[in-house]
C-alpha cells in the first residue's frame, strides 16, 4: 500500500466514497481512514493500545473488525482519528458505535504480570489477546479464514506468536479506521478503568491523570506511598533522584512540561516522561 502514487490513492478513495453511496468527497478525512483499509482485500482487523506510558494501572488492547460499511456508520463516525488527538466528549460520542457496529475486543494485562514481562510485551500480549477473540468470531460467525485475514498493528513491532499474517503501520491511528477504532476502544475502556481505581484511591488523582506522572501525581505518591497499582519498575529513578537529592541536599531542578529549558524549582520534582 506504501507504494501507490497518490492519484492511485485519490482514485481509490473516489470508488470507497461511491461504494458507500455517501455524498463525501474522496479527501474527506474518514473517506482516507476506510480506504486505506479497503485497499487490502482481505478482512483487516485493527489493533492499538491505551496505557503504555502511564505508572499505574493495566495496560489495554482492543481490536477491530468493520464487518459491515455504510453510509450512515461513516457519517455516526465523521470524527473518528486516533484517540489521542479527540476530546473525551468525542471518544465518548462514538465508543458506543464502534462497539456496536463492529466485531470487536478489549483485553487488559495487569500491573502485577507488566512488572514480570515489561510494559512492551505486556502490551503486545493484550494486543494478541484482543486479536484471537476477534479472529474466533469472524471464523466462528463468518466463516473467515485465516489466510483470508490481516491484522493492521500501531506502532513499530510485530505481535508475538500470530497465527494469520499482520502489518505494523507507525501512526495508524491516523491512518487506518480499523487501527483509529481500536484507538477509541481502548482508550475510553481505560480511562473508564481508572475512574474507578480513583475511587478506590481518590489521592492519586488517577480521574484525571489516568495514571500518568503529573506534578501532583508524584506529589501524592511522596505523601502517602506506593499502592498496589502502581507499576514500582517506572518510578525507580523517580526514588532514585529524591534518595540523590535528599542526601546532597541540593534543591533540584526539573524540566517545566510547558518549556524545553530547565528550571529550579521548589518542588521535589516536575513532569516525568517515560516514553
Known sequence: M????AEEKERINRQVSRRLNTEL???SPIIKLFAFDMQDDRTVIGTDEAGRGP???GVFASAVCFREKSRKLIEELMVLND??????????????????????ATACVEVDEIEEINILNASLKAMKTACDEVYARLHNEFEIPRHNLIVFVDGNRYIKYLNYSQKFIIKGDAQSASIAAA??????????YMEKLDAEFPQYGWAHNAG???????????????????????????????EEENSSGVKPTVLDKNQDEAITAEAPHGQLSLF
Open 2 to 5: 506504501e507504494n501507490r502514487t
Open 25 to 27: 468527497t474522496a479527501d
Open 55 to 57: 505508572a499505574a494501572g
Open 83 to 104: 484517540s489521542k488527538q479527540l476530546t473525551k466528549k468525542k471518544r465518548e460520542s462514538i465508543y458506543d458505535v464502534i462497539l456496536n457496529n463492529t466485531i470487536n
Open 183 to 192: 484507538s477509541v476502544l481502548a482508550k475510553v475502556t481505560r480511562d473508564r
Open 212 to 242: 500518568y506522572l503529573t506534578k501532583d501525581h508524584l506529589d501524592a505518591i511522596d505523601k502517602y506511598g506506593l499502592c498496589k497499582y502502581h507499576r514500582k519498575s517506572f518510578l525507580k529513578k523517580h526514588f532514585a533522584k529524591l
